[in-house]
């Protein structure tokens, strides 16, 4: 539909249609089994679902076009219905969760994922993804930190840029791609405690040098939509917060898009104490440009009278309308509300989407110990032991429309490399204490001693009869993830029992860690000959696990959020400032910046990962030792595979501002570069230096870069490396 037939068709509409292309309500209106991904509310009324401007958490190609057919028969202007579902790393086929994508440090292999997660989820009707999740998570303790993709802006910026490339490809109308939403806006996890939904406390400064950035970066690839985040920025909820909505979003970042509340968040500023009532909540969220209202009943309930009140402008009602129906113009609903869908068809996996999610997997696993070469995995007798060992359980708790049934478990991969006599399979526990209260409920089991004293019993006589035990453990995918927030990051007493008790059977141990958080792995790495991390891995899981067990695919994963000694360290990240006090390189000292009984640094540091190989950092060079703001400077170093297979190395530029207007990190990743070496080869790699790649928040508020005195290294992660010196001067 062109501009003009858009306006007319605004013009022609009432008050209470235009309202309503502003509500969406629960897929369960609809359909009963959808996916509630929310606080439920209360059944809409018929008028509501009626009019409705879209819903989420239900999937289908068949069911979504009967509703389709029903909802546009029964709309007064026949406008279609937009179909919302959270894709975050997989539809049918699913991912590693986006914790484990940033392992991969590889963008250009996410804009593939996302692609391929577009392509299924449109085949199944649906038009818009609740993704890429752009918070930056500092705090492990937080649940959501797994549906990020790390501590990082840098790294989190290109990931969601290229997440949103991937999505939308550039072309909203080609029905095999679909909308991307760009979230939390803003600094969702910066939360306090690291429990969610609680308030932030961040400087503009912060807010802006760290939270604010990847939001930034993938606006500019044009996500048809932003949503709201539940906290609070500066005493006002973001949803109603117009410094963040108004002046950084549109003005700043220049969207203009659709905005969109989280569920139910236009209410909640009531519980918040930042509205009256749920129709000052309706006109707080207005003013602060939200579009649509996702379930909270606020807009279906109090916008009409709003508006009639003159408290709203209808000029105001029909710029967020028009926005909406812009965006079903854009997703070509119009001209084809079914977008081409095969209802008989729908989604499925296929060999190609698994093949990428293989690559991805084996891509994303960081090797943090290997001694003794434990790893690769010795043609021998091999002990796969744990409840991550044959689990078809390998996907977050935001896979939902993944079907477990297509997982490919750890000990069945096992089973199509090795004989049947040399593998053996035991559970050795269960994978949650007694009474472990879950973002899904308490865990309580009967019998739960005497089954896992069994189940005990048996893993030890598997260990026995093994060379090496894979002791596949980890935290269950019900405690990570929204309102999942933990304050402690230890396995479960029941595994680290297990690890303990096959540790007394002298056997090798490589351990494998599901995770959708850093975990507290100093035990589990001291009793462990391998550790690798092998997050929330999904559909391929074990195939992409057993290619890195065996050798076929060398570990290249490195950790992009900092895994800490103690719980007691959080929020830790590795972009710190030195303060007055910095602890000395040599060793803690008095009256330093330091803990008395810990480290002030990471257990396994951000950018750290092993590789079956080793490789070699040649004497890092800069092409020049100062830049005016008209030049750049050329940053290289030469890397070898000094090893005897093959092996990728990430390598990583990470920049210092040694003074300025404000306090500057320590260190902050500015460029990375994933190389593949065959044992003896080099090559060196390069990052050219600009000046605008120095700019930051200044203390006149502006994003400049100043002159002064720069460090550069290029190394293996943000704790080694030589420094290298340059300067910026004015010209
Ligand atoms: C949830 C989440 C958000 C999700 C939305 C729709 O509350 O906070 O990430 O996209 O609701 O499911």
Partial sequence: MDK???????????????????????????EADAEITGVERGRADEKVKRLAGSTLGIWGAQRLKNIQERYMKEHPHHIPLMFMLDVIHGHKTVLPCPLGQGAAFDPEGAEKGAAMQAYEAAEDGVHVTFSPMSDLCRDARWGRIMEST????????????????????????????????VKHFAAYGACEGGRDYNNTELSEHTLREHYLRAYGEAVKKKPAMVMTSFNTVNGIPATGNTFLMKKILREEFGFQGVLISDWG??????????????KDAALKAMNAGVDIDMCSGCYSTYLEELVKSGAVSEKMLDEAVYRVLSMKNDLGLFEDPFRGIDAEKGATVTG?????ARETVAKSLVLLENRNGALPLRKEKNAFIGPYANTKKLQSSWAFSGDDENTVTVFEGASEVYEPDDIRFSNGCTMLDQDTVTARGKYHTDNWQEENDRLLREAVKTAEWADTVILCLGEDSTQSGEAASKTCLKLPAVQLRLLHEIKKTGKRIVTLIFTGRPLELKEVGDLSDALLICWLPGTEGGHGIMDVLTGKVSPSGRLPVSFPYTVGQEPLHYDIYSTGRPRPESGPTEFTSRYLDCENGALYPFGYGLSYTSFEYGKPELSAEKMTYEENITASVKVRNTGKVPGDATVQMYIRDLSGSRIRPVRELAGFKRISLNPGEEEEVSFVIKEEMLRFWTADGKWESEPGKFHVWLCDSSIDGEALEFRLEKS
């Fill in 4 to 30: 003009k037939a858009l306006e007319a068709l605004l013009h022609d509409m009432s008050t209470e249609e235009k309202v309503m292309q502003l509500v969406q309500i629960p897929g369960s209106e609809y």
């Fill in 150 to 181: 790390g501590e990082d802006k840098y790294l989190n910026s290109l990931m969601a840029s290229a997440m949103v490339e991937g999505y939308q490809g550039g072309d909203l109308k080609d029905p095999r791609h679909m909308a991307a939403c």
């Fill in 265 to 278: 968040a236009v209410g909640e500023m009531v519980n918040h104490g930042y509205a009256e009532d749920k």
């Fill in 352 to 356: 190609e989407s698994r093949q990428l």
